[in-house]
C-alpha cells in the first residue's frame, strides 16, 4: 500500500471548508501524515485593465495577503483539531497553478481538496480550481463533493 506521508489540503474559507478540512485530516490521520494546509488569494494583476481601482493593485493585493493570513489563522484555531504536524500557507496568484507549483515544491504525496468551493460569478470567471488541479497536479488528487 502507497504510504502518503505528506498531504496537502487546499482551503477557500467557503461555508465547505470545515466539512473539507475534516475529511483531509480524517485521511491524514491514517497516514500519520504531515499536513500542508493552503490558500490561494487570487492574483488580480490579469485583470486591471477592466476597472480602475481605488488604490495601486500591489497595495490592493498587500491587504488582500494579511486579511487572508489573518483569516487562515482563525480558520485553523477554529476547525483543526489534530495533533498531527501541520504548516499553513497563504499564496497569491492563479489558484489551480499555485497549488500545483506548491504541491511540487513541498513533494506532497496527495491532494485532498473539494469538488466545488465558491460559485456562480467566481466559478464562470475563474473555471473549476478542481478540474485544472486534476489535470495539473505532481500527485494523486482526491476530490470530496461536501454536498453528499
Keep these: 500500500m502507497t504510504e502518503y506521508k505528506r498531504i496537502m489540503i487546499?482551503?477557500?474559507?467557503?461555508?465547505?471548508?470545515?466539512?473539507?478540512?475534516q475529511a483531509g485530516v480524517d485521511v491524514a490521520e491514517k497516514f500519520q501524515a504531515e499536513l500542508f494546509i493552503v490558500f490561494v488569494v487570487q492574483s488580480f494583476e490579469d485583470y486591471s485593465g477592466f476597472f480602475v481601482?481605488?488604490?495601486?493593485?500591489?497595495q490592493f493585493e498587500e491587504e488582500m495577503l494579511q486579511s487572508a493570513e489573518q483569516k487562515m489563522d482563525n480558520f485553523l484555531h477554529e476547525n483543526l483539531k489534530t495533533s498531527l504536524t501541520?504548516?499553513?500557507?497563504?499564496?497569491k496568484g492563479d489558484v489551480a497553478e499555485e497549488l500545483a507549483r506548491y504541491a511540487a515544491e513541498t513533494k506532497v504525496a496527495m491532494i485532498i481538496m473539494g469538488t466545488h468551493g465558491?460559485?456562480?460569478?467566481?466559478?464562470?470567471?475563474?473555471?473549476?480550481?478542481?478540474?485544472?488541479?486534476?489535470?495539473?497536479?505532481?500527485?494523486?488528487?482526491?476530490?470530496?463533493?461536501?454536498y453528499r
Excluded: Q, W
Design 118 to 146: 465558491y460559485k456562480g460569478l467566481e466559478r464562470v470567471l475563474f473555471g473549476s480550481v478542481a478540474e485544472k488541479i486534476v489535470k495539473t497536479a505532481p500527485c494523486p488528487v482526491l476530490t470530496i463533493n461536501p
Design 53 to 58: 481601482p481605488h488604490m495601486p493593485i500591489a
Design 10 to 21: 487546499p482551503v477557500d474559507f467557503s461555508e465547505n471548508s470545515p466539512k473539507l478540512l
Design 86 to 91: 501541520c504548516h499553513r500557507k497563504v499564496l
